[in-house]
């Protein structure tokens, strides 16, 4: 289903305030994170930082590439794409998403779908394969929490960029990622919630100390309308950083009651 606002609100406090900060000085690593209120408009964010490595969250930013190019030329989306994108989306399929990279255009064609739609501060990873870096490179392309919202707001609201019938798709594939990758922005969600989510983990290094940990998605559920995205660095194992941003949308949830 595609989203629409919901009745404005009074405005919430902010659910990135005191209680969030305060939970993640007791955590390792640099977390940045972002949440967007549909019913009333207002953007919170909370920590500072450097953009952080996309890992498998850029996987949204390749399917609005690749729908948006094909809005533009008039044509839908052949079979093999559709097939492509369902495995790059709902089980984050790494081959799939390598593919569909190389047929938009690689960095070149995401670079030119972000400036179109107001990313600022992402930048596409000029390789694939990386010199000593062993996953797709396409992973090491850098964002910020603030662009990952305005990619998740496209979904959200008609634009020039993509259909509604496209913003429909998209939703439906984050809607149903695997059980097995349902973390991170789905938090404290209670299970009749909707949630759309595309999660990303990569090690930064071989020795697997030094975990990328990435959440972005959208929330609707008893009066709460909102997107959120995070992004975690140093974290020293993959699970420290799903427990670190579980826990940051548990609070956001309650926050925004």
């Known amino acids: 289903m595609t989203p ?3 009745p404005r609100a009074a405005m919430p406090t902010s659910p990135l305030g005191v209680t969030a900060r305060s939970y993640l000085a007791t955590r390792s690593g640099a977390v940045l994170a972002a949440v967007y209120d549909v019913r009333t408009g207002q953007t919170w964010s909370l920590g500072r930082g450097k ?10 930013d390749i399917l609005e590439t690749l729908l948006a190019q094909h809005r533009a030329d008039g044509t839908v989306l052949p079979l093999d794409d559709l097939s492509l994108a369902q495995a790059m989306i709902e089980d984050s399929d790494n081959d799939a998403a390598t593919s569909l990279w190389d047929d938009v255009g690689g960095a070149q064609g995401i670079s030119s779908f972000n400036a179109s739609v107001g990313l600022a501060d992402t930048v596409p990873s000029a390789c694939v394969d990386c010199p000593g870096f062993p ?3 396409w992973g090491l392309t850098t964002t910020t929490p603030a662009d990952q919202i305005a990619l998740l ?6 634009n020039a960029q993509l259909t509604d019938a496209q913003r429909t798709y998209a939703l439906g594939l984050m ?11 789905t938090g404290g969600v209670p299970p009749r919630a909707e949630v759309a989510v595309k999660n990303g983990w990569l090690p930064l290094t071989s020795a697997d100390d030094d975990w990328q940990i990435n959440s972005i998605g959208w929330v609707s559920s008893d009066g709460r309308n909102y997107v959120m995205a995070v992004l975690s660095t140093g974290n020293p194992t993959e699970q420290y950083g799903i427990d670190t941003i579980d826990q940051l949308s548990a609070m956001v949830w309650d926050q925004l009651r």
């Open 135 to 137: 996953w797709p490179g």
């Open 175 to 185: 809607e149903n990622v695997t059980e097995s990758q349902r973390w991170g922005v």
């Open 153 to 158: 707001r496209e979904l959200l609201r008609p």
């Open 4 to 6: 629409s606002p919901s």
């Open 51 to 60: 953009p952080q490595a996309e890992a498998s969250i850029v996987k949204l």
